[in-house]
């Protein structure tokens, strides 16, 4: 079936063949005549699933014949990558449209984003947080908007999103065509969503989570302590041209990236302590071919769209099951393959078979006959600097423990505990 199906605007039609799409995914064929209709929308549908054009396609197409200056659509998303991500995918559906659009998120300056607002783009995609900051300006109003979109609601609710979402819908028109996708409905999606729509479409909400059926699987045993070499040695092979790596923390995210920069890969990071313009150096990197690796948290890789990326790699395996299916979703997008290795030490095997057990099959176990599994570690990728000492400067009168300043508090001043491998990271 193809996409001139769904009478869609011919300058739309026209961005879809130069990006060389020709029919559409299974959630775009289910979503777009929804949309098209004005109903709301309840869909699940996971990474790699061509869910982004499928409710930016019929958005766009009924902007067509709208006046321009008001913006009419608002899309909400848990991460800056994300929304730069779906705003270069708009740019790219739109490219022969007037249609204009904008990414407001935190860590960048707050004035192009102001000028968005003011001058009244066709559509707007955002972080929650941002998004408040800039609703308490009267130029940041949304009178005229339609169109309310909340991608990957899931991952907002993971990340403390929640009450943030329900204040921004107080800045919204209660008259609106709302459209909410996630990838998992645990009960309080389920109740934000019967808060928000009005008898909505619904789509593949019986469908178990599942992984792209074009992505290979593969499960290395190794010890905790030779992870990293072997990472090496799987770099060295001939069939790893580039790889996401995901890391349990932003700790071991920066040491398994100077490890392998020092061993001559070309490498980069991104986690939520890098700078919004060291994150997007790095993912541009990536993508040009700069870096064969990137290294990445599971918050921070929100919005990582590769073409053709050929392999992923747990390098360390998340909490989640259902992380571990987004992760592997960023190989083998739109139909293609790829290839998702994780590498597994014998005290992860409970999260090993709470995936397998999540996903409904045993993922094969590779063992290498040319590595050494006996070999001698590289550093420590949990060790941390000594921290500075917490007690009282040289010359302060008084004990140790005791302020100096009437009515505080008597107990000593604490730092910030590491955290451990149990808490969430970005």
């Known amino acids: 079936m193809p996409f001139t199906v769904f009478g869609l605007h011919p300058s739309l039609l026209k961005g879809l063949k130069d990006l060389g799409f020709t029919r559409p995914t299974a959630i775009q064929s289910d979503a777009i005549p929804k949309v098209l209709e004005g109903q709301d929308l309840l869909a699940c549908a996971m990474t790699g699933s061509g869910k982004t054009a499928a409710f930016l396609l019929p958005i766009l197409h009924r902007l067509m014949d709208k006046s321009r200056g008001t913006t009419r659509a608002l899309v909400l998303t848990p991460t800056r990558e994300l929304a730069a991500q779906i705003v270069e995918d708009l740019n790219d559906l739109a490219v022969h449209t007037p249609l204009t659009a904008a990414a407001v998120f935190g860590g960048v300056g707050m004035g192009p984003q102001e000028h968005a607002f003011r001058s009244g783009v066709d559509v707007i995609v955002g972080t929650p947080g941002r998004l408040l900051d800039h609703f308490r300006a009267p130029y940041a109003k949304l009178a005229g908007l339609q169109y309310l979109v909340l991608d990957e609601a899931d991952r907002m609710l993971d990340m403390g999103f929640l009450p943030d979402i329900r204040r921004v819908l107080r800045h919204l028109p209660a008259k609106r065509q709302t459209l909410f996708f996630s990838a998992t409905m645990p009960p309080p999606i389920v109740q934000l969503s019967k808060e928000m729509l009005h008898t909505p479409a619904m789509i593949n ?38 790889a996401l790596v995901f890391t349990r923390t932003k700790h071991r995210a920066n040491r398994l990236a100077k490890f392998l920069g020092e061993n001559g890969v070309k490498v980069e990071r991104i986690h939520g302590n890098r700078s919004q313009s060291q994150r997007t150096e790095a993912l541009a990197g990536f993508k040009s071919g700069k870096y064969k690796v990137l290294v990445a948290t599971d918050i921070a890789a929100r919005g990582i769209d590769v073409t053709a990326l050929g392999h992923v790699v747990n390098f360390d395996l998340p909490l989640v099951p259902e992380d571990y299916i987004h992760r592997v979703g960023r190989t083998a997008r739109a139909e293609l393959t790829g290839a998702a290795y994780s590498l597994v030490a014998p005290e992860e095997e409970g999260s090993l078979r709470d995936i397998e057990k999540a996903i409904g099959n045993r993922l094969p176990r590779v063992t290498l006959p040319d590595f050494d599994y006996a070999g001698r570690p590289p550093a420590n990728l949990d060790h941390r600097p000594p921290r500075p000492p917490q007690g009282r400067p040289r010359g302060q009168s008084g004990h140790p423990g005791q302020s100096r300043h009437p009515g505080s508090s008597s107990r000593p001043p604490r730092g910030r505990p590491w955290s451990g491998p149990g808490r969430r990271h970005s």
């Open 205 to 242: 909400l019986e469908r178990r989570s599942a992984p792209a059926v074009g992505i290979t699987h593969a499960i290395y045993p190794v010890p905790q302590h030779l992870k990293p070499t072997l990472m090496l040695h799987l770099l060295r092979g001939p069939e790893m041209n580039d």
